[in-house]
């Protein structure tokens, strides 16, 4: 091995994955993919580009760490280009709706007959069966399925849409896992397989724990999970903080801390997480009233003296950027692309003693890697004579 940058120990480097996707779900699975070492090729039609190109800082932190080759799988010739390159990839990831793929020929019946080690992930709205797996959808229409508008995350029951896409984002985490366990899979046992994810799922799969908890209780703000004291509050200078005094110790910690300017708990009513709980509207109205009364650096110097569960809470980027906790760990690097323009992106949010370089191909431009990866299919099934067999797929300067 070389050093930090090197992939050479994972599992997934080197293992080929064509990526058909587009937008968000797939390309974010196979980024994760591509990070811990995967040879992802964005397979991209030249005349209709993945639209997130538009989108510039996203596009290139979605894209990383792979190469485009340029097909329209329209055409005959760029299918048995397509075709041919299966037979030299691991996986194949899609995200068109069910049926898509095999109406231009290339199902996974077709995938596995070119090679039946061939694990192919079909990225959906609502799987691949079932009476909604025809409908179209998109992240919202998910999360509305899944349960997570059934849980109410504070005393005023309100539930509201996160501002992140987070019924895309789990369905890109459970492909990224799933992927990675079917591949291990062909290694110990030689033949692929067919991987359904359905985003609407993989939402439920985070929500329906919570859900279901509630499910016999009258009011949903009765519920356990939603409490007075672990919630974000207000400061004398409209700064946010998170306190979760989940603990009885923390809770404790904290009223001393205050003494008087904390009357209310100084009769130890609130000490027991069950009576905190009961109380919560109660509790709640103390500590709005007790923040509100001292300024964010005042709170930060106490709670941080008291080594309480508390945080800031950031309100835009920059805020989040300039931490420095995500300074000291190298969270963000400003990346160039071929144009010389920078974008801050995040590393892989896990560290590996053995070493990981998340940022070690920038995002491609279409078909930038098309002859390359030609040669590589030439050499792979001709030895080392011409690809010229292979230098039909159309290009974009060709459209």
């Known amino acids: 091995m070389n050093g930090a940058n090197d992939t050479e120990w994972s599992f997934l480097h080197g293992k080929r994955v064509l990526d058909l996707s587009r937008l968000l779900p797939g390309p974010f699975a196979t980024t994760l993919l591509a990070d811990l070492g995967a040879d ?6 030249p005349s209709r580009p993945d639209p997130t190109r538009e989108t510039g800082g996203r596009m290139a932190s979605l894209n990383r760490n792979k190469r485009s080759i340029a097909l329209d799988l329209r055409i005959e010739t760029d299918r048995e280009t397509f075709l041919r390159l299966v037979e030299t990839a691991d996986a194949v990831v899609e995200g068109f709706r069910p049926q898509v793929l095999a109406s231009m020929g290339l199902g996974y019946d077709i995938l596995r007959k070119m090679n039946p080690r061939i694990v192919l992930c079909s990225i959906s709205g609502y799987g691949q069966s079932g009476p909604y797996a025809d409908k179209p959808g998109h992240e919202l229409n998910f999360l509305g399925l899944s349960g997570f508008f059934a849980v109410p995350g504070g005393l005023d029951g309100t539930v509201t849409r996160p501002g992140i896409r987070a019924g895309d984002m789990v369905g890109s985490m459970y492909a990224a896992l799933s992927i990675a366990v079917a591949l291990a899979s062909v290694d110990k046992h030689g033949h692929g397989q067919h991987i359904d994810v359905s985003l609407a799922e993989a939402a439920t799969a985070w929500c329906a724990p919570f859900a279901l908890m509630i499910r016999d209780i009258g009011n949903p703000t009765d519920s356990p999970t939603i409490q007075g004291d672990n919630d974000i509050f207000e400061t004398s200078d409209g700064r946010l903080l998170s306190l979760a005094t989940f603990e009885d110790k923390f809770w404790i910690e904290f009223r ?19 009576r905190r709980t009961l109380h919560k509207a109660e509790v709640r109205k ?9 300024t964010y650096g005042w709170w930060s110097d106490l709670l941080t003296t008291i080594n309480a569960p508390w945080a800031p809470v ?4 920059d805020q ?21 323009e920078t974008w801050p992106q995040m590393r892989f949010p896990a ?3 053995l070493g990981l370089n998340t940022f070690r191909l920038p995002m491609p431009q279409v078909g930038e890697h098309t002859e390359a990866i030609l040669g590589e299919l030439a050499t792979a099934m001709h030895g080392e004579n011409s690809y010229s067999d292979f230098t039909s797929p159309s290009k974009p300067e060709d459209q």
């Open 286 to 294: 103390i500590l709005v009233a007790t923040f509100a009364a001292q």
């Open 256 to 274: 001393t801390a205050l003494g008087d300017k904390f009357p209310t708990s100084s009769a130890e009513r609130f000490d027991q997480r069950w």
């Open 314 to 317: 950031f309100t835009d980027a």
């Open 320 to 340: 989040l950027m300039s931490d420095p906790h995500v300074v000291a760990r190298e969270l963000f690097s400003e990346i160039s692309d071929d144009d010389g």
């Open 40 to 45: 992802v090729i964005k397979v991209e039609d």
């Open 351 to 353: 560290q590996f003693s």
